[in-house]
């Protein structure tokens, strides 16, 4: 969880309060993906989760372009907004605006080569997070890492209503 917690992405639910990155949830996400989107409406707010998000879905510019907005986002309110808006903007099965607001949003962002390299190497860690010895071989997003008391992980890929709940356990069994 240590290297976990050196990657970019921002944090919510920590209320303003300093906390060790490597003691919080971990949750790689794209924003095009509804599950993740339901995920982020369910469990923000009640436990500190660090959000990396992560273009892996089909559409990679898109995917790109609006995890680049979310990390520009400074704080935790912001960062809460700007996912909502991500999700919004270019969500799977998003109708909250039309294709050609969509390609003006993402017009509008222009990710640094640095934001380029920082999501490159996050998709790298969730590659390898996957195919560590002991892991499930088949992933996909949401991937939720939770840190327990005694420096193991648990993992939990995919999402389902209730998961949140489990996620949740986990978290506070871990503290």
Known sequence: MTEVAKLHGVLIGADGKKVDESQVVTIFFDPRCP????????????IPVKWVPIPVLAGTDA???SSAFILSAKGEAEASRAIE??????????VAHTPDDTQKWLAGINPTEQQKKDLQESVSAFVAIHKAPGSDPTFGVPSVLVPMADGSVTMHDGYNPGDEDKIIADYRRGR
């Open 63 to 65: 995917g790109i372009s």
């Open 85 to 94: 808006t991500a999700f919004s903007y270019v969500g799977e099965g998003s």
């Open 35 to 46: 599950f993740c989107h339901s995920l982020f409406r369910t469990i923000s707010g009640k």
